[in-house]
C-alpha cells in the first residue's frame, strides 16, 4: 500500500505527516502532492514529490492532481490518504482525483496508540 498525503504550508501539521512516514510497516512509498511553494519538508527515500498550483480552482487542481499523480500509483486497489495538512479545497480535489483514477481510499492518521486506520 501506498500513503498519499497533501502537505501544506501549514507547518504545523508536518509532524503528523513525518510521524506516519516514519510508522507505517505497510506503505512501500509516499506519495506527497504539495503546494509549489512549499518547501523545506524532510523527506526520506521512500518520498515521491508531486508539485500542483492549490491557488488555481478546485476543478483545475483536481485534474491536475488525477494527471501528476495516475502513473505514481497506478496498479493499486486502494492507498492509504492523509488529510493532516492542507485545507478543504486542497484535501477534495486529492479525494475526488484518487477516486477517480479510481483507487479506493483509507483514512489513515497517527494517535497515541499507533497507527490507525479510520475508516
Known amino acids: 500500500m501506498e500513503l498519499v498525503a497533501y502537505l501544506g504550508k501549514d ?8 510521524a506516519l512516514m516514519n ?13 509549489k511553494e512549499v518547501s523545506g ?6 518520498c ?16 491536475e492532481i488525477m ?6 500509483v497506478s496498479g493499486d486497489f486502494e492507498v492509504a490518504v492523509s488529510l493532516a495538512s492542507g485545507g478543504g479545497k486542497e484535501h ?6 484518487l477516486l477517480c483514477l479510481p483507487v479506493g ?8 496508540s499507533g497507527v490507525e486506520y479510520i475508516n
Open 67 to 72: 494527471n501528476k499523480i495516475r502513473e505514481r
Open 105 to 112: 481510499i483509507r483514512l489513515v492518521v497517527f494517535t497515541k
Open 48 to 63: 515521491v514529490e508531486i508539485s500542483v498550483n492549490s491557488a488555481q480552482p478546485l476543478t483545475e487542481l483536481k485534474e
Open 92 to 97: 477534495m480535489a486529492l479525494i475526488s482525483a
Open 11 to 18: 507547518k504545523e501539521n508536518w509532524g503528523q505527516i513525518t
Open 41 to 46: 519538508f524532510p523527506k526520506n527515500e521512500r
Open 23 to 35: 510508522k507505517m510497516q505497510d506503505c512501500d512509498r509516499v506519495v506527497l502532492v504539495k503546494d
